[in-house]
T-cell receptor
Framework: DAGVIQSPRHEVTEMGQEVTLRCKPI?????LFWYRQTMMRGLELLIY????????DSGMPEDRFSAKMPNASFSTLKIQPSEPRDSAVYFCASSGTGRWNQPQHFGDGTRLSIL | AQSVTQLDSQVPVFEEAPVELRCNYSSSVSVYLFWYVQYPNQGLQLLLK??????LVKGINGFEAEFNKSQTSFHLRKPSVHISDTAEYFCAVIWTQGGSEKLVFGKGTKLTVNP
């Protein structure tokens, strides 16, 4: 079975540019989560969706960040404009019905560097 | 604010020795507890979880953890570690109260198993 697929694996861009991170969850999973991991702040939950609907976006740091889930098999996290402090590893995870009592399956992450 | 504290940022041990990775959280009002493992350049994988019931939880790879409500702790243990257990371990807590939920990860503990 394919796991959670994230693309790109690495992204290097200059500040001010728009960045789009992509995620394909495991088929049949109805929860999708976006996380950010940095040395300073650890792992932070940014937003999560249930059945393509955003449920809690309280972790989104600023209006420069937006996330969408147009269908059950695809989600994007956009940063516009990007800043050097956005450099981090961004993870997508999905889980089946039950939200917290089902294990989350993580992708391998996108390592983002903003110069 | 809710918080999760992993007291040791790094734990070096010798192969076949026992290990305990500590996790404390800020309050014991209705919580779900998790331990995840992260290998280099990969996403997180669920080791074990406590939702309710027995306070001793067994997970994959021979790990177990004990929920201690009075001490607000959820320490992870393994009686005999292998080289392959070298990874970073994250404790995560979900607080549920009044219909709202909050997920917080600890900063992680890097376990290094030496021959």
């Amino acid at each position: 079975d394919a796991g959670v697929i994230q693309s790109p694996r690495h992204e290097v861009t200059e500040m001010g540019q728009e960045v789009t991170l992509r995620c394909k969850p495991i088929s049949g999973h109805d929860y999708l989560f976006w996380y950010r991991q940095t040395m300073m702040r650890g792992l932070e939950l940014l937003i999560y969706f249930n059945n393509n609907v955003p449920i809690d976006d309280s972790g989104m740091p600023e209006d420069r960040f937006s996330a969408k889930m147009p269908n059950a098999s695809f989600s994007t996290l956009k940063i516009q404009p990007s800043e050097p402090r956005d450099s981090a590893v961004y993870f997508c995870a999905s889980s089946g019905t039950g939200r917290w009592n089902q294990p989350q399956h993580f992708g391998d992450g996108t390592r983002l560097s903003i110069l | 604010a809710q918080s999760v504290t992993q007291l040791d940022s790094q734990v070096p041990v010798f192969e076949e020795a026992p290990v305990e990775l500590r996790c404390n959280y800020s309050s014991s009002v209705s919580v779900y507890l998790f331990w995840y493992v992260q290998y280099p350049n990969q996403g997180l994988q669920l080791l074990l979880k406590y939702l309710s019931g027995s306070t001793l939880v067994k997970g994959i790879n021979g790990f177990e953890a004990e929920f201690n409500k009075s001490q607000t702790s959820f320490h992870l243990r393994k009686p005999s570690v292998h080289i392959s257990d070298t990874a970073e371990y994250f404790c995560a807590v979900i607080w549920t109260q009044g219909g709202s939920e909050k997920l917080v990860f600890g900063k992680g503990t890097k376990l290094t198993v030496n021959p």
